[in-house]
């Protein structure tokens, strides 16, 4: 149920000339909240700006759907809210603010920034500062897409399907294509913001021997914990923390994408690349990418814990260090078998 304090929020919704949005804190969420954005789009005369933290804000500039961003440092929590409270917008009075975030912080920040009507899921303890709520309630694999979605309950009286595809992003056209690479490689993002969530390294490296052995030359996002992957002139390294822009335009030029659940895999969804993502603890059912209409593939085991809180490993033992058993079981041969089918690589 959602709570109604004075105006019901849909007259709020109706009547505010800006909506603003406080979008998640991660690059594959934010991909994950377009649905929510495109059809909060389709039902708003009113400008939507994104409240995104720095990291993300080129990415929010990307989103069709928004026509404008506010971003906040990445710092501590009451250092946003510092900020945000010294620059109040002049239309603030006029809006109505949304959080997608589950953070109390992220409803302190649209306090601070001055947000009338405050709306959001009543996790994480912050009633305290959302005038509306909403009960979150979710399956096991219910899309992240489609609890956000939920959250246009109360405004629409009903929920939308999450699309089977999206338009793509606003990319910078004036961007060129990358130059220091082949003119036709496959990504592979062997990387991970956490190294449970990534498949082995060495099984990396023996994908990409069979890669190259079949004649595809590779750009690889390595992760710092694993060995040194020689470069070779079919093997090219993507040097780490390289700028979101600068990942996007390698990622776009590539003729498939290979890697971990994660953001950079959202990102390519988004700009049109086909992809093949590997999961363990994580599940296609809840974090799939929303593509543009290519294919997307998900290899995976199926594991019935999947996907899991991710509290590594307070809820399952390693079975090598920092491997889940969900990624283990995943062999070099369970997951090139999908990858050379869909790159037409098997004879």
């Known amino acids: 149920m959602a709570r109604t304090l004075g105006a019901d929020l849909r007259d709020a919704f109706s009547s505010v000339e800006v909506v603003v949005v406080r979008l998640p804190s991660w690059m594959g969420d934010i991909l994950m909240a377009r649905p929510f954005l495109v059809e909060l789009r389709r039902q708003t005369r009113a400008r939507v700006v994104a409240l995104v933290r720095a990291a993300y804000a080129e990415l929010a500039a990307w989103l069709p759907e928004v026509d404008d961003v506010l971003s906040?440092?990445?710092?501590?929590?009451?250092?946003?809210?510092a900020y945000l409270w010294r620059r109040r917008p002049t239309w603030?009075?006029?809006?109505?603010?949304?959080?997608?975030a589950h953070s109390l912080a992220s409803a302190v920040e649209l306090c601070a920034l001055?947000?009338?009507?405050?709306?959001?899921?009543?996790?994480?303890?912050r009633?305290?500062?959302?005038?509306?709520w909403?009960?979150?309630?979710?399956?096991?694999?219910t899309p992240e897409s489609l609890h956000f979605l939920r959250l246009l309950l109360p405004i629409l009286g009903s929920v939308p399907e999450v699309p089977v595809a999206l338009p793509g992003l606003r990319f910078p056209e004036e961007v060129p294509p990358p130059t220091d690479f082949p003119e036709d490689y496959v990504f592979v993002y062997a990387d991970a913001s956490r190294r449970p969530r990534a498949w082995p390294s060495e099984r990396y490296i023996r994908l990409i021997q069979r890669l190259t052995a079949c004649g595809q030359a590779v750009v690889a996002a390595w992760p710092r914990w694993a060995p040194p992957l020689p470069a070779t002139d079919r093997v090219h390294i993507l040097r780490p923390d390289v700028p979101l822009l600068e990942l996007a335009r390698v990622i776009r030029g590539a003729r498939w994408f290979i890697g971990n659940d994660g953001g950079p895999a959202h990102l390519a969804a988004a700009l049109g690349v086909p992809c093949s993502v590997i999961y363990g603890p994580g599940h296609p059912a809840r974090h799939r990418p929303i593509g543009t209409g290519q294919p997307i593939h998900a290899i995976h085991a199926d594991w019935p814990c999947s996907p899991c809180r991710q509290?590594?490993?307070?809820e399952c033992r390693p079975v090598a260090p920092f491997r889940p058993a969900c990624l283990d079981v995943l062999n070099v041969e369970f997951v090139w078998r999908p990858v050379a089918t869909v790159l037409g690589l098997l004879r």
């Not at 001055?114 to 303890?125: E, I, S």
């Not at 909403?134 to 096991?140: E, Y």
């Open 311 to 314: 509290k590594f490993f307070r």
């Open 134 to 141: 909403m009960t979150a309630a979710r399956g096991h694999r």
């Open 114 to 125: 001055g947000v009338p009507w405050r709306y959001g899921y009543a996790t994480d303890h």
């Open 92 to 100: 603030v009075d006029r809006s109505l603010g949304i959080t997608l």
């Open 127 to 132: 009633r305290l500062f959302l005038t509306h």
């Open 72 to 81: 906040m440092p990445d710092e501590p929590a009451w250092r946003r809210w």
